[in-house]
């Protein structure tokens, strides 16, 4: 792509848009601001491969409140990757 087609391309950008931001940045000399790790969220028989556990113990620790979990929906739960790792190294 050639510088012309490249500036063509920016400007039908809309203004919010954060690669505006980003080649801004890059051209001025600045490094881009660091994205936050993406949130991963283990379905329950997941959590329970990854970390060795059993389903029922997943369920008890969140019933007990030692376990966080988010309801996506009625009745079915994820764990975050954090709260899992947490919880295993605890």
Same mark, same amino acid.
């Given at each position: 792509?050639?510088?012309?087609?490249?500036?063509?391309?920016? +400007?039908? &950008?809309?203004?919010?848009?954060?690669?505006? =931001? /980003?080649?801004?940045?890059? $051209? #001025?000399?600045? *490094?881009?601001?660091?994205?936050? +790790?993406? &949130?991963?969220?283990?379905?329950?028989?997941? =959590? /329970?491969?990854?970390?060795? $556990? #059993?389903?029922? *113990?997943?369920?008890?620790?969140?019933?007990?409140?030692?376990?966080?979990?988010?309801?996506?929906?009625?009745?079915?739960?994820?764990?975050?990757?954090?709260?899992?790792?947490?919880?295993?190294?605890?």
């Amino acid at each position: 792509m050639s510088k012309s087609e490249l500036l063509v391309t920016l +400007a039908t &950008l809309p203004e919010g848009d954060a690669r505006l =931001a /980003a080649v801004a940045s890059a $051209l #001025s000399g600045q *490094t881009a601001p660091e994205r936050p +790790a993406p &949130l991963r969220l283990y379905r329950m028989g997941d =959590a /329970a491969r990854e970390t060795g $556990l #059993s389903r029922c *113990t997943l369920w008890r620790a969140i019933r007990d409140g030692r376990l966080r979990a988010v309801e996506v929906r009625r009745g079915s739960h994820r764990i975050p990757e954090a709260e899992l790792r947490r919880f295993v190294g605890a």
